[in-house]
């Protein structure tokens, strides 16, 4: 298994992504993020649509008990599933940096991998949203919007892994993304240069 991975989860709207991206381009690595639902796509036969609807969702209703009355397990599952295949196919292929769809979890017996989780204040994210997402121009309005997709967010993470989506204990490095792209990605760069360093030769 190959060292050197990074995985970054984050908060919406910010801008988690940016720094991931940042990160992968100094350090001249893959980066993967919607990429993934383009690499399930093709080994599933589903469209890239059906992938990422299937992301925002978890199972564990009445009609995921309904559903499982058959042999087969729910849209959801699969998705994750497979996905998680992906994820360890592409880290044994080398470092890279993979983007949310619980990578920190799939990937956490490995050694050498950064756990990386991004989050902002609600300020931030609002003014990023509504430069990048097209956020309401409301601030309550807003803020419910980014509070709903977190939850969602969360509810997913934690519905498939033992841990807790954004608690620190679950993760080795946590940024706050208003000190700015450059400055979270050189303290990314940083620490993964450190873990690099203590693993066996």
Known sequence: MAYGVITLGREICSGGCDIAKEAARELGLPYYDKE???IAAKKSGLSEEAIAASEKRRTGS???SLYTMGNQLPLADQVFIL???IIKEIAEKGPCVIVGRCADYVLRDIPGVLKVFVY???SYRIAWGRQ???LPADDAAAEAAIRK???RKADYYNYYTQNRWGEAASYDLCLNAAMGTETCAHILLTAYKAIQEGLPK
């Open 36 to 38: 993934l639902i383009t």
């Open 62 to 64: 009445l009609m995921y």
């Open 83 to 85: 996905q998680s295949r």
């Open 120 to 122: 902002a204040p609600m």
């Open 132 to 134: 990048h997402e097209n």
């Open 149 to 151: 997709a977190d939850r």
